[in-house]
């Protein structure tokens, strides 16, 4: 789990470039550093591509010239060698907010022209010196709420533009002890073997305890929010969400990193499950809808002390039959 110095140059490079182009730029700076045959993975409306061109022209162009003099908030940034293919690929995670001025419409939603953050995580996978493979996951809801729209009928938990780690030290630029990332990892598998499956046969909070902190912090999508403690996790969303869903199926990443005390995963999809209880204000149904997660982790000492995690709700809700971003005049307050 260590010697990373290599990827981790590799993702800085292309940020640097890709952040520094201009518009007409973005397309040969993909080209530039992604290799031959690469996969790049998004949220709602954006889904698989594997053509750079069209992650330009897509994303990061429209994106580019509606939220202008973009700057790069990073909060989180690690690697690891994958636990999913045991240890033989390399993956850099990164997280933070992408803040500009929102100064043109960006699908659909009419700009403030005032300051806006795009919230995002993101993995790459490196390989001979290229990225091959990107997870690019943003809460555009997120976006939306910042600019006036509100997209879901009700939210249990605290919406806010949210923070790093609380100690301040999520960006792993120099290689951190092997040690300490398997500690994270242990405790990260340990969690899903819980929370992951459902059948731990403890009381909710009984269970989180196991391997959370009391005083943990989750720092969920919007349409879910933020929440602390176990006591208000539990009531504000892994209670809702338990009783919400059901046939629930088996995790499945694709891939699972940890550098010193941070950890992620993400799949695509993590698990598929029914509404059959509602969830979110909705009605119950019996429909298998996708759920697309990148989860951060933050461990102190033997337990997880927060959690980041982007939630494709959009696309949950397309499940639904409700498609939020075609139906934007609905969403205004």
Not at 120 to 146: L, R, W
Request: proline share 5%; glycine share 10%.
């Amino acid at each position: 789990m260590s010697g990373f110095q290599n990827e981790k140059s590799v993702v800085l490079d292309y940020y640097a470039a890709l952040d520094n182009a201009n518009v007409a730029q973005i397309e040969d700076v993909l080209k530039q550093h992604t290799a031959d045959h690469y996969t790049w993975r998004a949220f709602h409306p954006f889904h698989v591509q594997t053509d750079v061109r069209e992650v330009a022209h897509l994303f990061w162009q429209p994106f580019r010239k509606s939220v202008t003099h973009m700057q790069r908030r990073m909060d989180v940034f690690f690697a690891g060698t994958s636990f999913v293919d045991d240890g033989t690929s390399v993956w850099v995670c990164t997280m933070g907010h992408l803040m500009g001025l929102f100064d043109e419409a960006w699908l659909g939603i009419q700009p403030t022209g005032k300051m806006i953050m795009l919230r995002y995580a993101e993995f790459h996978k490196v390989e001979n010196g290229k990225i091959s493979e990107t997870a690019f996951y943003f809460d555009i809801p997120h976006f939306m709420m910042q600019a006036g729209y509100q997209p879901f009928a009700e939210q249990a938990a605290a919406h806010m533009v949210q923070p790093g780690p609380a100690t301040h030290d999520g960006l792993l630029y120099a290689d951190a002890d092997p040690s300490e990332g398997q500690k994270t990892l242990d405790t990260i598998h340990a969690m899903i073997s819980d929370l992951g499956q459902w059948k731990s046969g403890l009381p909710l909070e009984e269970e989180l305890a196991r391997s959370w902190h009391d005083d943990m912090i989750w720092w969920g999508p919007a349409g879910i929010g933020a929440t602390y403690t176990i006591a208000r996790y539990a009531k504000q969303h892994s209670g809702p969400f338990r009783a919400g869903l059901s046939d629930r199926s088996g995790t499945g990443h694709i891939a699972r990193i940890a550098e010193g005390h941070l950890g992620a995963f993400f799949g695509w999809p993590n698990f598929k499950a029914k509404a059959t209880g509602g969830y979110l204000g909705l009605p119950p149904n019996d429909t298998l809808s996708e759920f697309r997660v990148i989860d951060v982790y933050r461990r102190e000492g033997e337990k997880l002390k927060e959690n980041w995690v982007f939630i494709d709700m959009l696309h949950f809700f397309m499940h639904q039959g409700i498609d939020i971003l075609g139906d934007l005049e609905n969403t205004k307050p």
